[in-house]
């Protein structure tokens, strides 16, 4: 079992950056992929990025590549999402997941759920 809890999101303007940060309980933690999905209001929920458990591995959405950044530390149970250059379609409620089949893609593959954070980015 593995409890996952998002933090870092808040109101930043357009071209701003944040980071989040997803804590996980547990002694385990290094032996999950994690993934960072979003849900914008009226959307189903979507991919944005993924990472494995060594962190050699790192599939990015398109529309996030170049300006996101995921990143791990087992030592501390915590997975980040450095957000660059954010734009207004970037706001959304982010949410970790933690899953046993590789940094994929699909939330499907993910066993493990926080309850979300949200972002907002203004124009």
């Known amino acids: 079992q593995v409890q996952l809890v998002e933090s870092g999101g808040g109101l930043v303007q357009a071209g701003g950056s944040l980071r989040l940060s997803c804590a996980a309980s547990?002694?385990?933690?290094?032996?999950?992929?994690m993934g960072w999905f979003r849900q914008a209001p009226g959307k189903e929920r979507e991919f944005v990025a993924a990472?494995?458990?060594?962190?050699?591995?790192?599939p990015y959405a398109d529309s996030v590549k170049g300006r996101f950044t995921i990143s791990r530390d087992n030592a501390k149970n915590t997975v980040y999402l450095q957000m660059n250059s954010l734009k207004p379609e970037d706001t959304a409620v982010y949410y970790c997941?933690?899953?046993?089949?590789?940094?994929?893609?699909?939330?499907?593959?993910?066993?493990?759920w926080g309850q979300g954070t949200q972002v907002t980015v203004s124009s």
């Open positions: 990472i494995n458990r060594s962190g050699s591995n790192t």
């Open positions: 547990g002694r385990t933690f290094s032996s999950y992929a």
């Open positions: 997941a933690a899953g046993s089949r590789g940094a994929a893609v699909l939330s499907s593959l993910y066993a493990y």
